[in-house]
């Protein structure tokens, strides 16, 4: 029995189609097996290579667990979702869509809090004054606990928020945000405004490998025919 | 992890026993908190940098919880449950699990389920006494669990702040550096911004305002803020007032007009945080570090002088006490004594027994009012090793 190559490619929305256009670029052709609605596929012309049409984020999960060898995910997801990403998988090629920047920001009135160090002294003031840190609302812990813990910031606490972030702090649950932005209307239309030093990453979609996935003979050429045709080297 | 063994059950169950029973004797009553906690009390008081070594949890309700950490805080709140007004004394003891997650995975020395005996003391009338008190205790409890040899390495908040109080700055560098204490790397980049360039940069501010805030008129600073704000069309949203931007401001402009920390006050706070030496000199030591400016000091020195008289008088071998200046910076909330028992088999990184006072906690969790607090407790895993002769 020949071992085979899991690929998984994001199973909705606007990254699976640019994900299946990446690939088209280079002549290859997404193909669902089976059930048209189903889960599973295919690319056409490379044997030894199964497609699994999964979420962004469940994919990094597969990366990390080895169960999918290659993957296309965004690298805010794969930096928040894997404890020491780095030596868990390679990020191979970054693909020029799904750009997100990942932000802290806070409320444009906050005239004295203009970078993240100001924060520090602006949560000695807060303390005094309503006897509990700052809190954060993001969906990002992990990203956001490295990030200000990385610039001196220790007295913040956060609150997990998995939607509608942006209007925590105008609702009063949280006092600044880490959140993702594209053009940065929403923040402004949300009363916010990123701090100077505030982006903690600037995330695309990626093509990424797994290093704890088997790789043995079959999947490492597998993987060789696939980057190949995609001009890339192992 | 290594506790599921059966015969490290039996054997950490005896442990329990004799150090339960040492505690109880003293009038300690032996109580069990609660495993699972609310995890806002812990990240609020502890910081977020609890959450990276704590098992946080949503419930099917949505509500956060963990599993304790430590027992110090479960026995607060313990504490205030029994007595909401915080108005009277009380002596716990515990022996049960705490939970730890280990970025750098779990082992024999930093296991991430390990078992916690100790004692926590509130209310008490003498600090000294009580802080005495709970060493002696722990000390006494390790001996019958049959540690021979060990050594202790004691600390004292209240030092760094009456060191910090006489040292020439405004107060607002005092609180930030006070804040910072506990992070040694943060403290030092702050202490050297303050001595050297404290100004901070007012580029991004709006300097006709800058100009225009009078640092004696708090309150027309808060109106100067509101009317900048609305000018700029600027809504003015969350928790935090005008009065607070205000606030910060002024603080920045103060900042920048600031002469910078003079270089005898950063050099005494340097001189001070790198003190190493044995326990019974400190006093000296100190004193002499604050020459003629150690007035200001006295209580506080008097203070830990009288917890050595203390300590000596219990019969506290105070030859394997050093005082370590620096001791007493990983958890935020000791204000004062703190100590911990070290032996060579296990080394500096993992102490077999740890505590110290924590006066401001209790407010933090709920009480009314601050209550002196003092505890400390045993890492029973790491007993059991050094007690069986292994090494790790």
Known sequence: MSARLTFAVPSKGRLMEQTADFLAESGLKLKKVGHDRGYRGEIEGLDGIDVAFISASEIVSALNSGRAHIGVTGEDLIRENIVDADTRVTLLKPLGFGRADVVVAVPSCWIDVNAVADLEAAAVAFRREHGRPFRVATKYINLARRFLSGKGIADYRIVESLGATEGTPAAGTADLIVDITTTGATLAANGLRVLDDGVILRSQANLVASKVAQWDADTKKARDDLFARLGLSA | ?392
Not at chain 2, 16 to 34: C, H, K, Q, S
């Open chain 2, 1 to 392: 992890m290594g506790v599921a063994q059966p015969v490290n059950f039996e054997a950490l169950e005896a442990q329990a026993r004799t150090l339960l029973a040492v505690f109880i004797a003293a009038g300690y009553e032996a109580v069990a908190p609660d495993i699972i906690q609310p995890a806002g009390v812990f990240l609020d008081v502890v910081g977020e940098a609890l959450r990276g070594r704590t098992y946080v949890f949503t419930d099917l309700n949505g509500e956060e919880l963990c599993l304790r950490p430590d027992l110090t805080v479960p026995t607060c709140r313990l504490y205030l449950q029994r007595h909401p007004a915080a108005d009277r004394e009380a002596f716990y003891s515990y022996n049960g699990p705490a939970f730890r997650f280990q970025p750098a995975g779990a082992g024999a020395s930093h296991p991430r389920e390990f078992r916690q005996s100790g004692i926590e003391a509130f209310g008490d009338k003498d600090a000294g006494e009580a802080d005495a008190r709970t060493l002696v205790l722990i000390l006494r409890a390790l001996q019958q669990a049959g540690l021979g040899n060990w050594k202790l390495r004691i600390g004292d908040v209240g030092l760094f702040d009456a060191l910090l109080g006489m040292a020439e700055m405004p107060d607002r560098w005092r609180r930030r550096l006070r804040h910072q204490f506990w992070r040694p790397e943060v403290f030092r980049a702050e202490l050297k911004r303050l001595s050297t360039e404290p100004a901070r940069s007012t580029a991004a501010l709006p300097a006709a305002l800058i100009e225009a805030l009078d640092p004696d008129d708090v309150a027309g600073a808060e109106v100067l803020v509101s009317e900048h704000l609305e000018k700029a069309g600027i809504e003015l949203i969350g928790v935090r007032s005008a009065a607070e931007i205000a606030e910060g401001l002024l603080a920045i402009a103060a900042d920048a007009k600031a002469p910078p920390l003079k270089p005898e006050a950063a050099a005494l706070i340097d001189a001070y945080v790198a003190t190493r030496t044995p326990a019974l000199d400190a006093a000296g030591v100190v004193r002499k570090l604050a020459g003629k400016t150690s007035d200001g000091l006295g209580q506080a020195i008097d203070a830990y002088e009288r917890r050595c008289k203390l300590l000596v008088e219990s019969g506290v071998d105070m030859s394997k006490v050093d005082f370590s200046a620096e001791f007493g910076r990983n958890v935020g909330y000791y204000t004062g004594f703190v100590f911990e028992v070290l032996v060579d088999a296990l080394g500096p990184s993992s102490p077999v027994a740890g505590g110290g006072r924590y006066d401001g906690l209790l407010k933090a969790v709920g009480a009314p009012h601050d209550v002196p607090a003092v505890g400390g407790a045993v890492h029973t895993e790491r007993l059991l090793t050094v007690v069986r002769g292994g090494k790790k």
